[in-house]
């Protein structure tokens, strides 16, 4: 890992700066926050939120999104850990029904058992996380299974959520409505295997990383877990650990390869993390 200790990354834009600090008095006055995390790595994909936003918050339930990309005993063992921490967890696809449905019966358990001052108003709900863990995905699909329509821009890059944004979710008693919210960093240099983890799920974004060395994690990762469908899709003669043989295999396939026989690096690794990301190198656990 000594490799590694050098990785850090420093992205906070503005968006990011001014959506923590309103996070920071919004999570005091709402009834639950909704606390969404990338399922595949459930405990790093909380910290840079923990630290920054959760301080005094009330009502707290989990989901590990995106449970689809990760390993499914991994999930289990993390779900179980985190009941036992005393802390309600919902696994979700974020983009399923069936999922989503589980989500608003507890929402509406929860919002029907509350203990509020004025039952007349709506049970509000904070959606917090990294960047591009699905919070306003699972806003569309709640809404969805209300009969709204989608009214939250959503997209595979970090930072499509600008602003905090109200939203009615449903609007029969009790009536539910959630904030949407900007993903959460710290601000300054974030280092460490924490730090990868985020860089490597797409919470980051990718143009202020060192994607060489995120590459070169996911390598290591799927390695660790015996994960070999990489060796088939960029057609290597079997598993590797050096991230240059990796790139050149990469490169070969994906086109990023030049008349001269140089290698893109940086364009190989960006299509081997992106590859992992869309669940195409099988499903991982990072935490
Ligand atoms: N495979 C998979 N993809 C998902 C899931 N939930 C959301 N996504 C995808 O993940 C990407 C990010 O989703 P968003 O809902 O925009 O994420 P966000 O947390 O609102 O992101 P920011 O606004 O940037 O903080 C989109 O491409 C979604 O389609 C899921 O459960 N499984
Ligand atoms: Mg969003």
Redesign the pocket.
């Known amino acids: 890992m000594e490799r590694f200790a050098t990785f850090a990354f420093n992205w906070h834009p503005g968006h990011i700066a001014s959506a923590t600090k309103a996070l920071q008095t919004l999570v005091k006055q709402v009834d639950l926050v909704l606390d969404?995390r990338d399922?595949r790595a459930p405990l790093s994909s909380i910290t840079a939120v923990a630290e920054e936003v959760l301080h005094g918050s009330r009502d707290r339930l989990a989901v590990l999104?995106?449970?689809?990309?990760a390993d499914s005993a991994g999930l289990r063992r993390a779900v179980a850990a985190m009941e036992a921490g005393g802390l309600g967890v919902i696994a979700?696809?974020?983009?399923?029904r069936a999922?989503c449905a589980r989500l608003r019966r507890e929402l509406r358990r929860r919002a029907s058992a509350s203990q509020r001052e004025f039952r007349s108003l709506p049970f509000t709900v904070a959606?917090v996380?990294?960047?591009?863990?699905?919070?306003?995905?699972?806003?569309?699909s709640l809404r969805a299974l209300g009969g709204k329509r989608a009214v939250?821009?959503?997209?595979?890059?970090?930072?499509?959520?600008?602003a905090l944004r109200l939203f009615d979710v449903y609007d029969t008693q009790p009536r539910v409505q959630m904030v949407?919210?900007?993903?959460?960093l710290p601000p300054g240099n974030c280092s460490g295997e924490w730090a990868l983890k985020l860089a490597l799920l797409?919470?980051v974004k990718d143009s202020t990383l060192d994607l060489v060395a995120v590459a070169d994690y996911a390598l290591l990762a799927l390695n660790v877990a015996q994960e070999r469908a990489y060796v088939d899709r960029f057609r290597l003669a079997g598993p590797v650990n050096d991230v240059e043989a990796l790139l050149l295999a990469v490169a070969a396939c994906s086109g990023g390869m030049g008349a001269d026989g140089s290698v893109n690096r940086e364009r190989a690794a960006l299509a081997f993390v992106r590859a992992l990301r869309?669940?195409k190198l099988g499903p991982i656990m990072l935490d």
Do not use: C, M
Not at 65 to 69: A, G, Q, V
Not at 129 to 140: D, E, W
Not at 152 to 162: F, H, L, S, Y
Not at 180 to 184: I, R
């Open positions: 969404v399922a999104n995106k449970r689809d990309l979700a696809d974020g983009r399923e999922d959606v996380g990294v960047p591009n863990a699905g919070k306003s995905t699972l806003i569309n939250v821009g959503t997209g595979g890059a970090p930072g499509v959520t600008r949407d919210a900007p993903g959460v797409g919470a869309d669940g």
